[in-house]
């Protein structure tokens, strides 16, 4: 039961994310306006740069978001390996950042803040970009590589151009493989894969930065889905293989129905094939 209360926080992860990135950046832009305000309208009588109470509310919300999404990231991604290492580090940073400000706030909110004043906005400022960029990074992470970045791309023809690259044609010596298991991918395994998995794990969106729209893909070192040598141990095989209605199923059950037993079969027996290679 733990370790299910464990998953649930962990999980919330995926939902509070966004809030500090939203208060934090909107606080930033507030207390922007409010130390440049005065040189705008050249008020000489105007005093030195206080926080508001406006942004200080803000942040301080986002500094507990951010603390509580810190903490449930570090727990969601403890297993993860490489794939979370760039957007957990940079949440890291971020968290330490956003304590840095909170010091600075309340060294800022003295009668006379003087240097502590100018520190807490330059801090302010670089936790609102560091929080902007880890959104994006995790973003990254869950719809693959430039998911926000990609209908730019295909506005401005870069898209366009590197998909009329030619095709890399591949084969069976390239993966250390058979004929026939390279022919039984293309023949039975990718249509499985197409129908259930490449809807969110294809070029188009690759969730959690896996592929699986080709045979390079799927049998790719980073990614971890085959392991050749205990086949039984697949991350592709654990997924597919698990009861209707579990959380971790692929394909998830609000995308696709699960895989049929003699499709779970097809994909174990091609497996186990692999490592007979």
């Known amino acids: 039961m733990l370790d299910n209360l464990i998953e649930f926080f962990a999980r919330t992860h995926l939902v509070v994310l966004h809030f500090p990135i939203a208060l934090l950046i909107v606080a930033a832009v507030i207390e922007f306006y409010r130390a440049l305000s005065p040189k705008i309208r050249r008020d000489g009588t105007a005093g030195p740069y206080h926080p508001g109470p406006t942004g200080t509310t803000l942040f301080v919300f986002g500094f507990l978001a951010c603390a509580y999404t810190v903490i449930t990231g570090l727990v969601f991604g403890f297993d993860d ?11 890291i940073a971020t968290g330490v950042l956003v304590l840095l400000t909170a010091i600075a ?3 800022a909110r003295k009668p006379t803040p003087g ?37 730019l791309a295909q506005a401005f023809g870069s898209a366009t151009e590197a998909t009329t690259q030619p095709a890399i044609v591949y084969t069976p010596q390239d993966f250390n493989i058979s004929q026939n298991a390279f022919d039984t991918f293309n023949a039975s395994i990718l249509p499985i894969l ?34 050749r040598d205990v086949p039984d141990h697949s991350e ?3 997924r597919i293989d698990l009861p209707a209605g579990d959380p971790d199923i692929m394909p998830p059950d609000d995308h696709a129905d699960p895989l049929s037993t003699e499709q779970i079969e097809l994909v174990r027996a091609w497996v186990h094939s692999l490592a007979a290679d």
């Open 105 to 107: 706030l309340l060294m």
């Open 236 to 238: 592709l095989i654990y």
């Open 194 to 227: 197409e129908n259930a998995c490449v809807e969110c794990h294809g070029p188009d969106e690759a969730e959690d930065d896996i592929r699986l729209d080709t045979l390079a893909y799927v049998l790719d070192p980073a990614a971890d889905m085959i392991k």
């Open 81 to 91: 390996g490489e794939r979370v290492d760039l957007h957990r580090i940079l949440g």
């Open 115 to 151: 240097a502590s004043g100018r520190a807490y906005l330059i801090l302010l400022t670089l936790t609102a970009i560091a929080t902007g960029l880890t959104g994006h990074f995790g973003g990254d992470l869950t719809h693959g590589k430039g998911f926000i970045t990609r209908p």
